[in-house]
């Protein structure tokens, strides 16, 4: 029942921004990690970026400087702003919920960067 939704994808150019959401029926949403992945084809799966419980956030040395990610506890939503983009950000973009007995996926959103 618990389900993980993106959305914000689309095609953008190289410079342009793209803002992802993840709203989410997560209970108890606050005690979750909240992560963005991504992945290209060919590639693996990498973790972009994350906010923990208390908001503290981390990004990959990739993205850092350039996405910036957010939650909103009483919307049960994370975010992801994307700025400065670049044709190797292009991917599937997939939400993540973690918490220590649950993990939890969103079905991706798909990112191009392009002109």
């Known amino acids: 029942q618990v389900q993980l939704v993106e959305s914000g994808g689309g095609l953008v150019q190289p410079g342009g921004s793209l803002s992802l959401s993840c709203a989410t029926s997560v209970m108890a949403f606050g005690l979750y990690i909240m992560r963005w992945y991504r992945q290209a084809p060919g590639k693996q799966r990498e973790l972009v970026a994350q906010?923990?419980?208390?908001?503290?956030?981390n990004y990959a040395d990739s993205v850092k400087g350039r996405f910036t990610i957010s939650r909103d506890n009483a919307k049960n939503t994370a975010f992801l702003q994307m700025n400065s983009l670049k044709p190797e950000d292009t991917a599937v973009y997939y939400c993540?919920?973690?918490?220590?007995?649950?993990?939890?996926w969103g079905q991706g959103t798909q990112v191009t960067v392009s002109s």
């Open positions: 906010i923990d419980t208390g908001g503290m956030t």
């Open positions: 993540n919920a973690l918490s220590a007995k649950n993990n939890y």
